[in-house]
Each structure stands twice: as C-alpha cells, then as structure tokens.
C-alpha cells in the first residue's frame, strides 16, 4: 500500500465497518417490529430521543394513530413502545452517524488536498450514495404508514440493496487505494464470476422480498415444502407472472433455489479455479466458496426454524459477508490492463 493512501484506507474501512454494523441493526429492527415506531423524519432534530413523560406520552400518541398499533398493537404499553421505539432511534442515529463519519473525514482531506489521483470524483460518489440511502430509508418507512402496518417488500430491498451496493463500492475502492493485484483469469472464469455476482445479487433481493412480507414464517421445512417440491399455493395468483412477486410462497420457493443454484455455481467455479494455476484466484474462491456454503446452512436453519431473531441477524450478516467477498473474487479476477 503506497503509505500516502493509507489514512484514506482505515479511513473507508471503518466506514463499512460501520455500514456492516447498520445493516445488521436494521435487520433486527425489522425482526422487532420496530421500523414504524417512529412516524416522523427529523434528519437533524430527530437525533435527541424523548426525555420527558410528556415526551413519551406524545411520542406515543403520534404512534397511535398508525395502522400498526391500531391493527396490530392496540393496547400496548408505553415500556413496550419505548422497546421497539429505541431499536428504530438507534437505527436512525446509527445512519446518522455514518453520514458524518463520512463527510467529515472526506472534507478534511479534501482541504488538506490529501485525496489520492482519480479519486476526488469516486468519493464524491460515495457521499452520494450515502445520502440516497438515508432518503431511501423514509421513503420505504413511509409505505408502512399508510393502511397496511408493514413496509413495502420492493422497497425494503431497494433499500438493502442500496446497502450493500454502498459497502461493495467503499470497499472496491479499499482494494484499489491497496494496490491489490488483479491476477487475470481466463474469460470463461470471468464470465463465470460475472453470473455468480448476478445470482447472489437476485438471492440478496428475494432474501428482502422474503423478509418483507414475512415469507419466511411459511412451509418451514427443506428441502421439500411440507412435502411438496412446489406447492399449488405457489402458483395461485393470476396472472401467473404476479406470483414471482407478490405470492409468498414463490417467494420463499425462488429464494430457495436461487440459492442453491448460487451454491452449484460456487462449487464449479472453485473446481476451475484451483485448475487454473493462479493461488490468488485459488483462495478468493475457496473463501467465496465457504462464505457461500456457511451462509446457505444459516438460511436453512433460520428457515426450519421459524425465523429466529439470533439467527435471521447473523443470517442477515452473512449476506454482507458474502458480497464482501464477491467483490474481493471479483476485483482479484480482473483482467489487467496490460494484458488486454
């Protein structure tokens, strides 16, 4: 690593440390039942909780008259509301937090003119993406606020998804600024790598189409569901197209074998890659490869299980693990220059 680069490095590593913690946190405040607690977006007043009785008392009002506690929450206490209330509030001042743990620094070496070649336009990219997701968080908020007490399920992926597009670029540029070697491998290999990053990708958004309408909570058996391979509920929804995605059950069915294709897929292109001679690529697979296996395993045991919280959090890490080390396969097995 050029020495130059490397506050820049620890820099935007601890951005997706931090990143990483907030999609987990944002993922227990969804198994909590908490994203609709707070029904306001304050960006900047919003980072001082309630103090006072009347504070809470208020707060709680204002949560009353939502679908969520009239449907669902009615006669809850004001201790049970303070629960999944601070849950939301961390989530938000964590989101917060990062925003300012970003521009902050960015700011400084941008006066300090500290900022590597090339990289001025990259960064700024990154504060971008960064305020996207935190308007991109009330927006899907906001569905959940209307008539149905429970989120939009294609907005709580583009919202995840957003996520985990913000930690693969921070860390795309990490292996950059690193100077990590892009080994090259053969275009079949590439082309390979290029369709598993597209299968984890489609896996990631029916894991949040899962998640957000509570597909999970179904046919809790595997491989079979409840003794059918595909049950007739799957396809009960005409047009037959709507069923990918708005039937629960396809849902749960295309997230299962999505993948166990990304498995498949992992395991080829791990064959190939320790036939092709290049150690490098060799051990960027092999690590894909068992994140991918490990994070298959707690996708099953979360399922058979009824979706515990300990379990669909780390489950929910696991996804963050996996594209981390999709993007490091995928910047390693990149054809040099040079070499085009």
Not at 22 to 48: A, F, K, N, Q, Y
Not at 82 to 108: C, D, M, N, S, T
Not at 212 to 237: C, E, K, R, V
């Amino acid at each position: 690593m050029i020495s130059q680069n490397r506050t820049i490095v620890i820099w935007l590593l601890t951005v997706c440390a931090t990143v990483f913690a907030m999609v987990v946190v944002g993922g227990i405040t969804r198994l909590t039942e908490s994203g609709l607690s707070m029904v306001d977006w304050r960006p900047v007043m919003g980072i001082v909780p309630p103090m006072s009785v009347a504070e809470w008392t208020q707060a709680f009002n204002d949560y009353k008259q939502y679908p969520e506690y009239q449907k669902i929450n009615a006669g809850m206490s004001l201790a049970e509301f303070k629960y999944i209330f601070y849950w939301e509030y961390g989530h938000r001042v964590l989101g917060r937090f990062i925003g300012l743990l970003y521009f902050a620094p960015f700011f400084y070496f941008l006066v300090r003119r500290q900022i590597p070649i090339g990289y001025h336009l990259k960064l700024w990219v990154g504060l971008l993406l960064g305020g996207s997701q935190g308007l991109m968080g009330w927006y899907m908020v906001k569905s959940g606020l209307i008539d149905m007490p429970r989120v939009s399920h294609y907005r709580l992926a583009a919202h995840l998804g957003l996520a985990l597009v913000i930690l693969a670029y921070l860390f795309w540029l990490v292996l950059s600024l690193l100077n990590v070697s892009r080994q090259g491998s053969s275009r079949a290999f590439l082309r390979g790598t290029y369709l598993l990053v597209g299968l984890v990708t489609l896996q990631i958004v029916y894991g949040a189409f899962v998640a957000g309408s509570h597909a999970g909570y179904g046919f809790n058996t595997y491989p079979l569901m409840n003794g059918d391979f595909i049950p007739d509920l799957a396809i009960a929804i005409s047009p037959l197209w709507h069923n990918l995605f708005e039937n629960n059950a396809m849902l749960q069915f295309v997230h299962r074998w999505v993948g166990a294709a990304v498995l498949i897929l992992a395991l080829v292109l791990t064959i190939k890659a320790k036939q092709s001679g290049s150690k490098a690529i060799w051990h960027a697979m092999l690590l894909s490869f068992c994140g991918i296996v490990i994070q298959f395993l707690l996708g099953v045991f979360t399922l058979i299980y009824v979706v515990p919280i300990e379990l669909a959090s780390i489950h929910q890490a696991g996804a963050c693990v996996v594209v981390l080390l999709m993007v490091n396969l995928t910047f390693r097995a990149q054809i040099p220059q040079s070499a085009k």
